[in-house]
């Protein structure tokens, strides 16, 4: 029965990568399809083990991230003083957040053999979630450390012209700015058959007049290629040139020896630690996009984009943990907050 059993799932499998493959679709669903490129790799039992893992993985995600960036939101949103930097930082839990509510459905598709039965509306709206939270991530990062340069390299311009005010407009305009950009993914995001009563939510550059010939494949590669440089170059590229330049200009200050209004020690460290994080996690991802357009997925290419979507679930529940490894203002304030708690309901 087992073996059986074993049999019909990879039948499946090779039915779900000739529907991608006679689609001429890029698996970029991550949350979901990241097992799926493995298991085009492997058979039997070992993909058993990577769902297995997949799921695990989703679960724990699940329950850091929405624990994790709730306490971030109530502690730096609602018991700390408002400042430039806790607004960012509330709107980074914010991205965390809705990036980790939607993982019930990338879990369900999981768990249901890649199967989609929550129809196109939400396929396109879930996946998009991950790009708003890339975008949005990646355009606050910037925004923070902007922010961190200034008050470190010009103190009293900082203090006279940046407020919690100017950063919740700045805020605002960088998630429109974010909206934007996802633009696109909405277009080629869509819902296909795959056999079997079964359907895939996933992308598909061909728009409904291309050509059925040559001229239509092309075309549809050209606009891949267009939205994986465009997400390189805006979601990676330029932000990591604009935060690498702000924190050169940042330690050449500290070098010199120049005295600066705002103590840049500690608040500088979380910074760094929340900037290194989000790159490591999102780095691979472009990376190995990149390099799937380059040289076509191969078996290497292939395992590469797997480890890199797992990394891209795993940073949303990373920044809590450092704001409660690294930020000491931030766990003494939850401290007294917790004590205040207990005292209130008789466990004082």
């Known amino acids: 029965m087992r073996h059986c059993s074993l049999e019909r799932a990879e039948r499946r499998l090779n039915r779900v990568q000739i529907s ?10 991550s949350l979901s399809l990241k097992v799926g490129v493995t ?48 607004v960012f930082a509330c709107n980074l839990a914010a991205a965390d957040l809705a990036f980790v509510l939607f993982l019930p459905f990338s879990f369900s598709y999981l768990a249901m053999g890649f199967h989609w039965p929550f129809g196109r509306a939400l396929c396109k709206l879930i996946v998009s979630i991950e790009y708003l939270n890339l975008f949005g991530s990646v355009f606050l990062l910037t ?35 974010a909206l934007l950009s996802i633009v696109p ?34 075309l549809s590669r050209q606009r891949e290629a267009a939205l994986l440089l465009s997400c390189f170059f805006l979601a990676f590229l330029l932000p990591f040139s604009a935060i690498a330049g702000c924190h050169a200009a940042i330690l050449v200050r500290l070098r010199r020896g120049q005295g600066v209004v705002d103590s840049p020690g500690r608040p500088l460290r979380v910074t760094l630690t929340i900037v290194a994080a989000f790159f490591f996690c999102w780095m691979p991802y472009h990376v190995f996009r990149l390099l799937k357009m380059a040289t076509g997925p191969t ?33 003494e304030t939850f401290k007294q907050s917790l004590q205040s708690i207990l005292e209130r309901i008789g466990f004082d």
């Open 299 to 331: 078996p290497a290419v292939r395992l590469g984009v797997t480890f890199s979507h797992n990394l891209v679930l795993f940073s949303c529940c990373l920044n809590p943990v450092i704001y409660a490894f690294l930020g000491h203002r931030f766990r």
């Open 143 to 177: 925004a923070i450390s902007v922010q961190r340069c200034a008050s470190v390299c010009a103190p009293v311009w900082a203090r006279n012209h940046l407020s919690p005010r100017v950063a919740v407009r700045t805020s605002l305009f960088l998630w429109g700015l």
């Open 39 to 86: 298991a085009n790799l492997t058979r039997g039992s070992v993909n058993q083990t990577l769902l297995g893992l997949s799921l695990s993985l989703h679960l724990l995600v699940f329950l850091l991230g929405l624990s994790g960036n709730c306490l971030v939101l109530w502690v730096a949103g609602f018991k700390m003083k408002k400042t430039v930097a806790r």
């Open 185 to 218: 993914y909405l277009l080629f995001l869509d819902t296909m058959p795959a056999g079997g009563n079964r359907t895939l939510c996933q992308f598909c550059y061909r728009l409904p007049g291309d050509p059925p010939d040559e001229q239509g494949r092309v």
């Open 20 to 29: 991608m493959d006679s689609h001429e679709t890029d698996a970029n669903f």
